[in-house]
């Protein structure tokens, strides 16, 4: 025989606020930005202003390859934006929630 711990109403918001697969894996890929501590030197960086790839490497002191990599996947993860300026193509934060998200992890992490 099984033997089940919660009670009805437990039961019921767990089946009702569960996301749903998709909602999952997209959650997952949200938080997937926040996974790699370079993405999140670049992502604090961007947080106060438009950067390029030349200024992000030379005061994070990571290579250009490595930055544009990275910008790429953020791209990818819809969390920066790009503008072209002339020849040269300036970084943003694509939604100040990124760095709120951010900002809740660094308070998370002083009360553990």
Request: aromatic content about 8%; proline content about 1%; hydrophobic content about 40%.
């Amino acid at each position: 025989m099984e033997y089940v711990t919660i009670d009805d109403n437990t039961l019921f918001n767990l089946q009702y606020y569960m996301p749903n697969k998709d909602s999952l894996r997209q959650l997952a890929n949200i938080f997937g930005i926040f996974a790699d501590e370079t993405r999140l030197k670049i992502l604090s960086a961007l947080s106060l202003g438009e950067m390029c790839v030349n200024d992000l490497s030379k005061y994070l002191n990571i290579n250009q390859t490595t930055i544009s990599h990275q910008l790429r996947l953020l791209r990818n993860f819809d969390a920066v934006r790009d503008k072209k300026k002339k020849k040269i193509v300036l970084y943003s934060v694509k939604n100040d929630l990124i760095a709120e998200i951010m900002s809740m992890g660094v308070d998370y992490l002083q009360i553990m």
